[in-house]
């Protein structure tokens, strides 16, 4: 029986890859060293900030002791974009509506920073429908880890094969299985709606035990 459904956040509720891509170039072209948007995708889709500059402080010798400031500035600049362009989508507050009507309890865990992960919840009208919030900064290790998982499982009493996983990308979905938990991988946010996870859940119902 599922009795949780766990959601990244960006990439699966939120539309994020292009604000997270845009914010993050915005900070490093003030230092002369904006990335494309293929390599951002190809490598860096779904890291925290600190470890994309810490990429790019080994690929492309990005000074160290800008990280810092080129975090303040991504973060801030996150902040702008989603104000101005995160909006409540229905099919998704459907979704994790008709999932607590059945008693599911619902988290999002996602390796952005918490003010973002809060605000964008926010925004889209899907906060009052959470159980729990997990960010990066309420772990030790973000994703690929499933430290994030295993901490929301965790505080929502849920055992790994009591729960669903939705994730968008590679990191994320080693860390969704590495959590032990069912895992249903979407190509982007709509991919995310009621019916859809419903299918996935009857599916996984009906599967037999292997354990
Ligand atoms: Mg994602």
């Known amino acids: 029986m599922i009795?949780?459904?766990?959601?990244?956040?960006?990439?699966?509720?939120?539309d994020a890859k292009d604000w997270h891509y845009e914010a993050?170039?915005?900070?490093?072209?003030?230092?002369?060293?904006?990335?494309?948007?293929?390599?951002?995708?190809?490598?860096?889709?779904?890291?925290?900030t600190r470890k994309k500059l810490q990429t790019l402080s080994k690929?492309?010798?990005?000074?160290?002791?800008?990280?810092?400031?080129?975090?303040?500035?991504?973060q801030n600049r996150t902040v702008e974009i989603a104000t101005e362009r995160c909006r409540p989508v229905f099919q998704h507050r459907f979704a994790l509506q008709q999932l607590r009507s059945r008693g599911m309890k619902i988290a999002v865990c996602s390796n952005s920073?918490?003010?973002?992960?809060?605000?964008?919840?926010?925004?889209?009208?899907?906060d009052?429908?959470?159980?729990?919030?997990?960010?990066?900064?309420?772990?030790?290790?973000?994703?690929?880890?499933p430290e994030m998982y295993q901490t929301a499982m965790a505080h929502l009493s849920l055992q790994p094969a009591e729960t669903l996983i939705l994730e968008d990308?590679?990191?994320?979905?080693?860390?969704?299985?590495?959590?032990?938990?069912?895992?249903?991988?979407?190509?982007g946010p709509e991919d995310v709606h009621?019916?859809?996870?419903?299918?996935?859940?009857?599916?996984?119902?009906?599967?037999?035990?292997?354990a």
């Open 3 to 14: 009795k949780g459904v766990l959601f990244d956040m960006d990439g699966v509720l939120i």
């Open 24 to 48: 993050l170039n915005d900070a490093l072209r003030l230092f002369g060293m904006p990335i494309d948007r293929d390599a951002h995708l190809a490598t860096f889709d779904g890291l925290p």
């Open 59 to 74: 690929s492309r010798g990005l000074p160290m002791r800008l990280h810092e400031f080129l975090n303040t500035i991504k």
């Open 113 to 126: 920073v918490r003010q973002s992960v809060e605000l964008m919840m926010k925004l889209s009208g899907l």
């Open 128 to 145: 009052p429908m959470l159980d729990m919030i997990v960010s990066n900064e309420d772990v030790s290790k973000p994703k690929p880890d």
């Open 169 to 187: 990308n590679d990191h994320g979905i080693a860390a969704a299985r590495a959590s032990g938990a069912h895992v249903m991988v979407v190509g």
């Open 194 to 210: 009621y019916q859809a996870i419903a299918q996935r859940i009857v599916e996984i119902e009906a599967a037999p035990v292997t």
